[in-house]
């Protein structure tokens, strides 16, 4: 047991290194198109296939955010947090039937044009501002930070910084091949990520099994975790009462039992795969089938991802309790290192390997999403409305670089406090902030053809506001106790709403002002869509693959609830 990488480990890393880096070379040397147009270098140009689609929605999701983040809930709740990854399949089977064949007929490449072609310029620059700003200064950072920190601990903790401008460095290249170059080698990264988190988790049970007498089983290690610590076993969080210690109270707070899946779970994983130009960039460019088949495909994998995000998390909570994690620093946020440091040569460096995958994929993607919307929404239209093509990918790359300095600078000693609040926590509270006003403006944009352009910049506006009121106000100004809400007491001693709780409430109030604006209008919008019913017929093979992921979610939750 040790924080130090051997020469097999390191080997291993940098064999990771070559191959992404020679594979991402030869698919960008097959195509050099992708210097001067614009399609090609932010959508791939409709070439990927349905698993280079599903491998990067998947890469690109699963970042530090979820080795460290969720890895680190799963110390500190357990399997609940699960919730963001299963529900994000069903999220994704809604997706992939209903949101994307709006999306492909209407030839959306981003989301702000979206925006501007079913309401008005106003909305999407808004809206694009809004994107930019988070993708920056939550996502990146976080994304960052957190990455830098957990590989920072395997290495004796004395290269944060270097580490940071690597990732930053490995992301940058990647990014400035385009888009067809992330999505390839998304597919070597989110093998790796599967593999080395895969092997991680493995080495957990069997390192919990070998502490408790068990000699090195994953079984019996898994079953150890079941008995040792059945209540990070519920899916279902019970509700506080007045004698509930406050880690149990803490508990809540991040996952409100069933009342997340009422309010905030929906909201959070519908717009985020459904909404967000990070994630819907990878299927814009491809055909309806290909579309639905690897945003099906990125479903079933989201299934297992808590098996490797958040079951080593569990594993670091027994193996501390019992006192085997002496290791352990930084709190839950250092769960998934400390596990790592028990790993052996070789595989510890897989496991870097893995880690560094999902981090360098996930700033890639984002880098690319910052650069397509500031690139094709703000600069052609606002700055410079003759850009020729080869003229707006250097300007995409530009903005590439200029966004990862941006996060570093913020990230190069934590000036948003990404380690006090918890890295996921960090992550899903602050994009929160303005998912139900999106989520509204998208939902009503493409299902009622009478919502108008007043509506959705209202809703914007109101939803940013009612997020910020429920979040910071709403106890201090209208009480702990309310009809709608009960604030509790946090750790820092301040009373605070669940804030999955919040985003359900903001987005139920955003969504009544902009129906009642909308009633004003005419009953049909002249920019409403004219959707077809037969769009959302799905093809016998994609209804089995549908079948298939709703009964494994039933399942899962037959045995956790």
Sequence with gaps: MNNQLTLLDISVFLVYILVVGAYGFWIYNR?????????????????????????????????AEQFIGMSGNGFFVGIAVAAYEWIAALA????????????????IYTMPQFLKMRYNETVALIM????LFLYVFVNLTSILYLGAIAIDGLLGGQYLHTIMIVLA??????????????????VIQVAVLIIGGLATTYMALCIVSEKFGMGSDALAGFNVL???APNHFHMILDKPTASSPQEEVDKYLILPGILMYIAGQWIVNLNYWGCNQYITQRALGADLQTARTGILFAAMLKLMMPVIVMLPGIAAYVLYKNGHLPQLKGGMDGAYSAVLSFLPSGLKGLSVAALTAAIVASLAGKANSISTIFTLDIYKKYMKKDADEAKMVW????????????????????LLGIGSAGGFTFIQKYTGYISPGVFAVFMLGMFWKRTTGAAAIAGILCGFAFSVFFN?????????????????LNKDGRYEIPFLLCMGLSFF???????AMSLTGPKINPKAFNNDTSMFRVKPVTLIQIIIILMILMALYVKFW
């Design 31 to 63: 195509k050099k198109k992708a210097v001067a147009d614009t399609r090609d270098f932010f959508l791939a140009e409709g070439s990927l296939t349905w698993w280079a689609i599903g491998a990067s929605l998947i890469a690109s999701n699963i970042s």
């Design 92 to 107: 994704l089977v809604i997706i992939a039937v209903w949101f994307i064949p709006i999306y492909l007929k209407n030839k």
């Design 128 to 131: 694009a501002i809004f994107w």
């Design 169 to 186: 460095l490995a992301a940058v290249i990647i990014t400035l091949g385009g888009m067809k170059v992330i999505g390839y080698t998304d």
């Design 226 to 228: 079941l008995k040792d």
């Design 395 to 414: 300007t995409g790359r530009l903005a590439v670089v200029f966004s990862m300095i941006v996060a570093i600078i913020f990230t190069w000693d934590d």
């Design 472 to 488: 910071e106000a709403a106890p201090y100004l209208l009480g702990n106790e309310t009809f709608l809400y009960t604030a509790y």
């Design 509 to 515: 109030f955003t969504l009544a002002i902009m129906i």
